[in-house]
Structures are given as C-alpha cells and as structure tokens.
C-alpha cells in the first residue's frame, strides 16, 4: 500500500505480508540498517546526506521505542487500513490505464480474507483494548457496503466491473466474517491504551528530536491554552461583547451549512480563495500544475476520523493533484449528530481548515517539496513538520490579513487552542493520568467541540499516540526558526517559506539544520 501512495510501481496488486513472522522480518531489518547508519561518520557527508542519514535513523529509532508494543498484536486497523485503502488509493490518483488498475483492485480485493485471517491469529485480547477495537469495528463495517457497492462503480467497461463486483463480494464476504470476530475481541479486550510514559517521551526524544519529554510537553501545552484563552477572550468581547468566548463561539458556530454537501461547497468555495491571496501577497511559490480537489471523506474513513484531511499526490510520478476530504458522518448517523458534526465546521470557521488542509497548509507544502531533488525526503517525514506546518499556515494568513471578519479570526483561534487541548489531553491518556471520559470532557470545555466530535477525537489520541500533540508543537517551532531566520537577514517571507517547506517534513531539529545551516 505504501508503494501505491508514493506511486512507485509494481506492487498495486499486493497487501502484504501481515503475519508474525513478516513483522519480525522487517524489525530485524530495521535493527540491521540502524546499526549500519549509526556507524556513518559525519566525515566526508555533506550536509544534506548527514540530514538524511539523521532522517532515516530518526524514524528507526522510533521504530524501536514502540517495538514492545506490538501494535500489530493490539489493533485491527493495521490490518483493516491497507485493505481499504490499498484499493481506494488506487483509483483516487489513477496513475495507470482502467484495466490495470481493475486487475490491481480485483487482486488486493481477493487478498482480504487471508489478511483478516491473520489478524484473528496476531490479535490478542489481553493485549487489545476495548475502544481502539471498537474503532475497528465501525471501519469494518463500512468496509462491507465499500466492497460490495461502491468499488465496482468505480470502472466504466462491463467486463471489468464484473471482476470487480466478484472480487468485491469476496472481500465484503470476509469483512463480514470478521466482524463479529471484532465485536468478540472488544468484549473480552482487556489491554490498555496507554503507551505509557516512558515510550511517549523516547519517541519524542529520538524520533522527534525534541529534546524533551511528555511532563514538558504537557506543560507547553497548558502554558499555551493559557496565553490563547486570554487572546480569546479580549476577541470574543470585540465581537460579540462577552468575554465568554466559549459562549460566544457556540453563537457562531450556530451558523453552519446545514447538510454535508453544504459543507462540501462551503471548502470549495474559500479553498481558491486561499490559493489567490498566495498569489496576490506572493507568500510562497506555487509549482505548476498543482490542483486540490475537494471531496467527501472515503466512507470507511468516516467512523475513525471526525475532522478534514489531506492526502498528497503521488511523490515518484508527475502527477500534482492532491485531495482534500471534507469530514463527511458515518453512514446511519442520527439527524442530530449530523447536525452536531457540523456545527464543528460552521462558516466562519472554513476558511482556517480550507488554509490548513489546501494553500498554503498541507497541499502546497506536499506538492512544494516534491520539488527537492532528495528522494528520501519524499519518502519519510513527521507530523511534528507536516501539521506544524499546517498550523503555522492558519497563524501566517491571518497575520497577512486573509481573516477579514473577527469572528473568522475567532473561529481561528478557537481551531489553534483546539490543538493546545490536544497537547494536554494526548499526554495526559498516555501517562496514564486522565480517563476516556475526562478526556472528552476536557476536549469539549476547554475547545469548542460537540461530544460526538470530542469522543471520536479521543478514540483517535489512544489510537495514535504522539501525533495530537504535533500541530501546535510544530507550529511554535516554526515560528522560532522564522524569528531566527529574520534577525540573520536569510531573505523575505517568501524565501523563509519556500526554503522550510521545501526541505521535507523533517523532524524540527533537522529541518533548522536544512534551512539555517
């Protein structure tokens, strides 16, 4: 699946091998080119290769912090993921002729049984726990109808969506069987969702390069929340009187597009906007060809994910189309929910995630640095670069003006005190001092978020650990690396971003490096 998503060829019509043995084979490759990287000496590498070097020891290191956990023995989506996305990935970029990428998703499609199979043998229920299997259990059910239905609309010539619709039937089949596989596995799941301390600080310590642990990161967050609370308070006042942002918030938010395809052309119509004012203020360089196109979120993506996202072009094909995916419900998800998700995408607030998932947040920066001639930098990077990015972007537009109405301001605020949130509650479940429902409880008072958002939000942070509290981590870190990058006289806003976001999605300590030398 990964091959496909970087769009290196021959390998759209496998899975891959999920069995025990096959994870063990590529830990002890890991352990092998750890050990070659780190006996590379400094001398005789330029800077760009003893980054690169740094790069790929950096996520091997990370690799090893987390290689007790053995998440393949504890959660379903590193079985359920490839399985559809491996199919799905295939026709949203459409890198090769219809009847080959037919035959590719007729064989990953006919692939699925014997991965499910594998997962009941790796999964443990003294291992598992209860809400990440959960998670699973909604991604295996929309797996069913996007097998079954959805794939073989894909393809226009008769012949080939038949072989599709078999081979469909043959996955639908499977996740059918694994379903309540799943259901059994959440009842008897006794495991924990908690990384715990030790390994929450050793991945931002060597995969990250921070130089810091989780009790600091908690802090930074907290410290954060405390300054944007404030800013909040003295905006929410100018627009509406109260220093009450939250309620002041819940006004706004009041006003939001009423169904999802509302949404949908709401994300539409401000993600252009955003990319002429790139133009108009020559903020960055825009490559040619470039085109973000904005759809609905995939349906096996919706029960796991309550927020936009961004999946990127292909890195080793020409191709520079990316797609941004509006944050569609769950199918059957009740009329009240609905209007609740959407009330966490109201119309002042689109403009601030059209920034950060499109121009000049994930889309410009992914298709920007696909202009580094280091391949490696294509292949590996961080969300501590990628979403800090993202969320630098949302600061830097409206530093130059783009938010005209205070409350699109607000709205921007309340998305960047959101991920200050992140930072306190992500630490706080993983070191083991904060419950599940504490957590959503704080994600829905000290942020603006609905409780159907907030629950899916926290599934997410015992699911992912580390990554919530990449956006705001890796905005501020930018934003340090420009301050330096003034006071040295390097160049104009322009070059600062094209010179950072064009050296990868770096760890920070790496891409300071990349950048200033």
Same mark, same amino acid.
Not at 39 to 53: A, F, K, W, Y
Not at 452 to 465: D, F, H, L, N
């Given at each position: 699946?990964?091959?496909?998503?970087?769009?290196?060829?021959?390998?759209?019509?496998?899975?891959?091998?999920?069995?025990?043995?096959?994870?063990?084979?590529?830990?002890?490759?890991?352990?092998?080119?750890?050990?070659?990287?780190?006996?590379?000496?400094?001398?005789?590498?330029?800077?760009?290769?003893?980054?690169?070097?740094?790069?790929?020891?950096?996520?091997?290191?990370?690799?090893?912090?987390?290689?007790?956990?053995?998440?393949?023995?504890?959660?379903?989506?590193?079985?359920?993921?490839?399985?559809?996305?491996?199919?799905?990935?295939?026709?949203?970029?459409?890198?090769?002729?219809?009847?080959?990428?037919?035959?590719?998703?007729?064989?990953?499609?006919?692939?699925?049984?014997?991965?499910?199979?594998?997962?009941?043998?790796?999964?443990?229920?003294?291992?598992?726990?209860?809400?990440?299997?959960?998670?699973?259990?909604?991604?295996?059910?929309?797996?069913?109808?996007?097998?079954?239905?959805?794939?073989?609309? @894909?393809?226009?010539? !008769?012949?080939? /969506?038949?072989? +599709? #619709?078999? %081979?469909?039937?043959? $996955?639908?089949? =499977? *996740?059918?069987?694994?379903?309540?596989?799943?259901?059994?596995?959440?009842?008897?799941?006794?495991?924990?969702?908690?990384?715990?301390?030790?390994?929450?600080?050793?991945?931002?310590?060597?995969?990250?390069?921070?130089?810091?642990?989780?009790?600091?990161?908690?802090?930074?967050?907290?410290?954060?929340?405390?300054?944007?609370?404030?800013?909040?308070?003295?905006?929410?006042?100018?627009?509406?009187?109260?220093?009450?942002?939250?309620?002041?918030?819940?006004?706004?938010?009041?006003?939001?597009?009423?169904?999802?395809?509302?949404?949908?052309?709401?994300?539409?119509?401000?993600?252009?906007?955003?990319?002429?004012?790139?133009?108009?203020?020559?903020?960055?360089?825009?490559?040619?060809?470039?085109?973000?196109?904005? @759809?609905?979120?995939? !349906?096996?993506? /919706?029960?796991? +994910? #309550?927020? %936009?996202?961004?999946? $990127?072009?292909? =890195? *080793?094909?020409?191709?520079?189309?990316?797609?941004?995916?509006?944050?569609?419900?769950?199918?059957?998800?009740?009329?009240?929910?609905?209007?609740?998700?959407?009330?966490?995408?109201?119309?002042?607030?689109?403009?601030?995630?059209?920034?950060?998932?499109?121009?000049?947040?994930?889309?410009?920066?992914?298709?920007?640095?696909?202009?580094?001639?280091?391949?490696?930098?294509?292949?590996?990077?961080?969300?501590?670069?990628?979403?800090?990015?993202?969320?630098?972007?949302?600061?830097?537009?409206?530093?130059?003006?783009?938010?005209?109405?205070?409350?699109?301001?607000?709205?921007?605020?309340?998305?960047?005190?959101?991920?200050?949130?992140?930072?306190?509650?992500?630490?706080?479940?993983?070191?083991?001092?904060?419950?599940?429902?504490?957590?959503?409880?704080?994600?829905?008072?000290? #942020?603006?978020?609905?409780?159907?958002?907030?629950? =899916?939000?926290?599934?997410?942070?015992?699911?992912?650990?580390?990554?919530?509290?990449?956006?705001?981590?890796?905005?501020?870190?930018?934003?340090?690396?420009?301050?330096?990058?003034?006071?040295?006289?390097?160049?104009?806003?322009?070059?600062?971003?094209?010179?950072?976001?064009?050296?990868?999605?770096?760890?920070?300590?790496?891409?300071?490096?990349?950048?200033?030398?």
């Amino acid at each position: 699946m990964s091959a496909t998503a970087l769009g290196i060829d021959g390998y759209d019509d496998q899975l891959g091998d999920f069995s025990a043995a096959g994870f063990a084979r590529r830990e002890a490759r890991s352990d092998h080119w750890q050990g070659v990287l780190e006996g590379v000496p400094d001398d005789g590498l330029s800077m760009d290769q003893r980054i690169d070097r740094d790069l790929v020891l950096s996520s091997l290191r990370g690799g090893a912090v987390m290689r007790d956990w053995a998440a393949w023995r504890r959660d379903p989506a590193v079985y359920l993921g490839p399985c559809l996305s491996g199919v799905f990935t295939l026709f949203l970029h459409r890198l090769h002729p219809e009847p080959e990428l037919a035959r590719a998703a007729a064989a990953r499609l006919r692939a699925v049984p014997e991965v499910l199979d594998t997962a009941r043998t790796n999964l443990d229920a003294d291992l598992a726990n209860r809400l990440i299997v959960e998670r699973g259990v909604g991604q295996c059910r929309a797996g069913i109808g996007y097998a079954r239905s959805m794939v073989p609309t @894909e393809v226009h010539e !008769p012949s080939l /969506r038949g072989d +599709l #619709a078999d %081979a469909g039937e043959v $996955a639908a089949a =499977a *996740f059918e069987t694994f379903l309540p596989f799943l259901e059994e596995l959440a009842a008897s799941a006794a495991g924990p969702y908690a990384i715990g301390e030790e390994r929450y600080s050793g991945l931002l310590r060597h995969k990250e390069l921070l130089g810091y642990g989780a009790p600091e990161m908690r802090e930074r967050g907290r410290a954060a929340w405390t300054q944007l609370d404030a800013e909040m308070a003295d905006l929410a006042e100018q627009v509406d009187g109260s220093r009450d942002w939250r309620a002041v918030m819940e006004r706004v938010n009041a006003d939001h597009p009423g169904t999802p395809e509302e949404m949908r052309a709401e994300y539409e119509d401000w993600t252009p906007r955003a990319r002429q004012f790139l133009v108009d203020r020559e903020l960055v360089t825009l490559p040619e060809g470039e085109r973000c196109l904005v @759809e609905p979120s995939p !349906p096996f993506q /919706r029960p796991v +994910l #309550a927020v %936009a996202s961004y999946n $990127a072009p292909p =890195a *080793f094909k020409p191709s520079l189309v990316g797609h941004f995916f509006v944050p569609y419900p769950p199918e059957a998800t009740s009329a009240e929910e609905v209007q609740q998700r959407l009330a966490d995408n109201s119309t002042q607030g689109v403009p601030t995630t059209a920034v950060h998932e499109a121009y000049p947040g994930h889309h410009w920066h992914l298709t920007w640095m696909q202009q580094n001639p280091r391949t490696l930098r294509q292949a590996v990077r961080t969300p501590y670069f990628t979403e800090g990015w993202a969320l630098y972007a949302e600061r830097m537009m409206r530093e130059q003006g783009f938010f005209t109405d205070p409350r699109q301001e607000l709205c921007h605020l309340d998305a960047r005190i959101f991920r200050a949130a992140r930072i306190v509650v992500d630490t706080s479940l993983h070191m083991g001092d904060m419950t599940v429902d504490e957590a959503v409880t704080f994600m829905s008072t000290k #942020a603006t978020l609905t409780e159907p958002t907030a629950r =899916a939000e926290v599934g997410r942070y015992c699911a992912w650990p580390t990554q919530a509290s990449s956006y705001l981590t890796g905005s501020l870190e930018i934003e340090r690396i420009r301050k330096r990058w003034f006071a040295e006289d390097r160049g104009d806003l322009r070059a600062f971003h094209d010179a950072i976001a064009g050296s990868g999605g770096l760890p920070i300590a790496l891409a300071e490096r990349a950048v200033l030398g």
